[in-house]
């Protein structure tokens, strides 16, 4: 075994640690600054929580607080059932077409969220479904679906056809099979999915931007409505919030879905 | 006997067939109301001459490709969009591939796994918060100015803020984990023993990176910068908050024409056009990518 010359690892260690700094001091920065009384953002931070009690009374911002909340848990219960059953019949059956149905999950993820989530307005608005909440869960479900079949897929890889062979064979109906023997062992993967989607759901923008009727939106949009016409460090702490909140749901999905690293 | 054998192969199949139909119909009859006939309707309008809404009269017309053809100014965002794209998935490979290289090949066990993680739980959170952070850090008298000229007394102003490299930057971070990400999927695939192969038959420290390590990553190179690439070409919220008045690109042209000036069919126009150019260059790099795998 030929050892590297310990100087090489350790500058390595340390550009390691100067992209893991450039990933976060942003965040950081901007979450101290939503502690800071400042109104002009001064230097050095003069720590209060004045801009946690003014989000408190923004009745805009916590609307639309609940109104994201409220569109991720709706996304999160259509794509993680309708992407489930879409899987289970990827895994189960083979049948002509299969490839490019599963090619067709891509796009939604491929193309630019500019224009699909332009091409969502135009037709939505065409066909009289129009704009607002319902119409950014018509997309958001879209956007969704396509991690859902995936993380869904790569939990029933390791589930044994032959379970479900034995609880037929026992007289089970194919619907009892699935639901008493299939979902309960690939449990862990349908609750990754589900948090995946609601991630998704939370923290899109560009497709809820467009999508969204005037008055009625959700969080992201509000943020970045309120950038645009000047803003004050209480959207710090909206932000400081809403990337909290997604932050902490991805480290539960860590912990039911490994990323691609093996152990 | 043998007919009802064949009969009921038949039936399981058409069994068969409506259990995959009940399956997977609800998802993509989704996916075809949400994606596939929004796109298609976007590529009628593209050739309309109006909205056809109400009693607007709308023929059809090749206009709104003409437009972009006639006029120089969108040539030039599409131009300045495509370079932003190359030059944002440039430096994210120049930064991110060391990092890759570093975690798959130097670090191991539980710390792996823990930097692996803080490595895409950005990439996961919220784009458009990440983008604001930005607004922080480079805006006059900010943390990165007050950082500066305490390090460097008498620096001054740098005047980041508004400008094209603030418009790379954001971009940059918002889109490195992408590329670290795939780069470090196909660096972790490559054996250990191959390098050390090559080292003690003799090669060089950049003969093993050039001729070995980095034709056998080129997959997840080219996976990561199309990843990259694509999006950057269609962004318009990261430069409308950290570009300002430089930060007009063809993605905010697009937006324009949906949010301020409604000419839906020149939008959807332009945004095919993109799409058309992007696929171009993808096809491009097709040939690259077979003779990679």
Redesign the interface.
């Given at each position: 075994?030929?050892r590297?010359p310990r100087g090489l690892?350790r500058i390595?260690?340390l550009?390691?640690a100067g992209?893991?700094l450039?990933?976060?001091?942003?965040?950081f920065?901007?979450a101290a600054?939503s502690f800071n009384a400042s109104r002009l953002?001064?230097?050095p931070i003069d720590w209060s929580v004045t801009w946690y009690v003014a989000l408190a009374g923004n009745e805009k911002l916590i609307d639309a607080a609940l109104n994201s909340v409220w569109v991720a848990l709706v996304t999160t219960v259509l794509a993680t059932v309708?992407?489930t059953?879409?899987a289970?019949?990827?895994f189960?059956?083979s049948?002509p077409g299969k490839r490019v149905?599963q090619l067709?999950?891509f796009?939604?993820i491929?193309?630019?969220?500019?224009?699909?989530g332009?091409?969502?307005?135009?037709?939505?608005?065409?066909i009289g479904v129009g704009r607002g909440l319902h119409a950014i869960v018509?997309?958001h479900?879209?956007l969704a679906?396509p991690y859902v079949?995936v993380v869904v897929s790569a939990r029933l890889r390791s589930f044994d056809p032959n379970l479900e062979d034995a609880a037929r064979s026992l007289g089970a109906t194919?619907w009892q099979a699935t639901r008493r023997v299939t979902l309960p062992s690939i449990a862990p993967g349908l609750v990754a999915a589900g948090l995946f989607a609601f991630?998704v759901s939370?923290?899109q923008?560009?497709i809820s931007?467009?999508l969204s009727a005037p008055g009625v939106t959700t969080l992201?949009v509000e943020?970045?409505t309120a950038?645009?016409k000047g803003f004050t460090p209480e959207?710090?702490a909206a932000?400081t919030i809403?990337?909290a909140v997604?932050?902490t749901l991805?480290?539960v999905v860590?912990r039911f879905y490994r990323?691609?690293?093996?152990? | 006997m043998r007919l009802t054998a064949q009969a009921g192969r038949v039936k399981r199949g058409r069994d068969?067939?409506a259990?995959?139909a009940?399956?997977?119909g609800?998802?993509?009859l989704?996916?075809a109301?949400?994606?596939?006939?929004?796109?298609s309707?976007?590529f009628y309008?593209s050739f309309l001459s109006d909205v056809?809404?109400g009693k607007r009269v709308a023929e059809l017309t090749l206009e709104n490709y003409a437009a972009f053809f006639q006029e120089s100014f969108y040539r030039t965002l599409m131009l300045r969009s495509f370079r932003l794209g190359a030059e944002v998935t440039f430096y994210c490979f120049l930064?991110?591939f060391?990092?890759a290289?570093?975690?798959a090949k130097?670090?191991k066990g539980r710390w792996?796994?823990a930097?692996?993680?803080?490595?895409?739980?950005?990439f996961?959170?919220?784009?458009?918060?990440?983008v604001?952070?930005?607004?922080?850090?480079l805006?006059g008298?900010?943390?990165l100015e007050?950082f500066v000229n305490w390090l460097v007394p008498g620096v001054g102003s740098l005047n980041l803020m508004f400008t094209y490299p603030a418009i790379v930057l954001g971009l940059v971070?918002s889109y490195?984990?992408y590329m670290?990400?795939t780069c470090?999927?196909s660096l972790?695939a490559i054996d250990d023993s191959l390098i050390?192969a090559a080292?003690?038959l003799g090669a060089r420290r950049h003969a093993v990176l050039w001729r070995l390590v980095l034709p056998l990553s080129f997959p997840g190179i080219l996976a990561g910068a199309i990843l990259i690439f694509?999006?950057v070409?269609?962004?318009?919220?990261e430069p409308?908050?950290l570009g300002g008045r430089a930060g007009t690109f063809i993605?905010t042209i697009?937006?324009d024409q949906?949010?301020a000036v409604f000419n839906?069919p020149l939008?959807?126009a332009l945004?095919f056009l993109?799409?058309g150019f992007v696929l171009l260059i993808l096809l491009f790099v097709a040939p690259l990518a077979r003779r990679a795998a």
């Amino acid at each position: 075994m030929t050892r590297r010359p310990r100087g090489l690892v350790r500058i390595g260690r340390l550009y390691m640690a100067g992209v893991l700094l450039f990933l976060y001091v942003p965040i950081f920065v901007m979450a101290a600054m939503s502690f800071n009384a400042s109104r002009l953002y001064r230097l050095p931070i003069d720590w209060s929580v004045t801009w946690y009690v003014a989000l408190a009374g923004n009745e805009k911002l916590i609307d639309a607080a609940l109104n994201s909340v409220w569109v991720a848990l709706v996304t999160t219960v259509l794509a993680t059932v309708l992407g489930t059953a879409a899987a289970l019949a990827f895994f189960r059956y083979s049948f002509p077409g299969k490839r490019v149905m599963q090619l067709l999950l891509f796009p939604p993820i491929a193309i630019p969220w500019l224009i699909i989530g332009t091409a969502m307005l135009v037709f939505f608005f065409w066909i009289g479904v129009g704009r607002g909440l319902h119409a950014i869960v018509l997309g958001h479900v879209a956007l969704a679906l396509p991690y859902v079949v995936v993380v869904v897929s790569a939990r029933l890889r390791s589930f044994d056809p032959n379970l479900e062979d034995a609880a037929r064979s026992l007289g089970a109906t194919p619907w009892q099979a699935t639901r008493r023997v299939t979902l309960p062992s690939i449990a862990p993967g349908l609750v990754a999915a589900g948090l995946f989607a609601f991630a998704v759901s939370f923290d899109q923008f560009v497709i809820s931007y467009f999508l969204s009727a005037p008055g009625v939106t959700t969080l992201p949009v509000e943020i970045y409505t309120a950038i645009r016409k000047g803003f004050t460090p209480e959207i710090n702490a909206a932000s400081t919030i809403v990337i909290a909140v997604s932050m902490t749901l991805l480290m539960v999905v860590a912990r039911f879905y490994r990323f691609g690293g093996e152990r | 006997m043998r007919l009802t054998a064949q009969a009921g192969r038949v039936k399981r199949g058409r069994d068969r067939l409506a259990a995959v139909a009940a399956l997977t119909g609800p998802a993509y009859l989704w996916l075809a109301l949400t994606v596939f006939l929004p796109l298609s309707a976007m590529f009628y309008f593209s050739f309309l001459s109006d909205v056809p809404f109400g009693k607007r009269v709308a023929e059809l017309t090749l206009e709104n490709y003409a437009a972009f053809f006639q006029e120089s100014f969108y040539r030039t965002l599409m131009l300045r969009s495509f370079r932003l794209g190359a030059e944002v998935t440039f430096y994210c490979f120049l930064f991110g591939f060391p990092c890759a290289y570093v975690l798959a090949k130097t670090i191991k066990g539980r710390w792996r796994e823990a930097l692996f993680l803080l490595i895409i739980l950005p990439f996961w959170s919220n784009a458009l918060v990440r983008v604001f952070s930005w607004t922080m850090v480079l805006r006059g008298n900010g943390v990165l100015e007050t950082f500066v000229n305490w390090l460097v007394p008498g620096v001054g102003s740098l005047n980041l803020m508004f400008t094209y490299p603030a418009i790379v930057l954001g971009l940059v971070h918002s889109y490195i984990p992408y590329m670290i990400l795939t780069c470090y999927l196909s660096l972790e695939a490559i054996d250990d023993s191959l390098i050390e192969a090559a080292r003690s038959l003799g090669a060089r420290r950049h003969a093993v990176l050039w001729r070995l390590v980095l034709p056998l990553s080129f997959p997840g190179i080219l996976a990561g910068a199309i990843l990259i690439f694509v999006p950057v070409v269609g962004s318009f919220m990261e430069p409308r908050i950290l570009g300002g008045r430089a930060g007009t690109f063809i993605g905010t042209i697009i937006e324009d024409q949906f949010t301020a000036v409604f000419n839906w069919p020149l939008g959807a126009a332009l945004s095919f056009l993109m799409l058309g150019f992007v696929l171009l260059i993808l096809l491009f790099v097709a040939p690259l990518a077979r003779r990679a795998a």
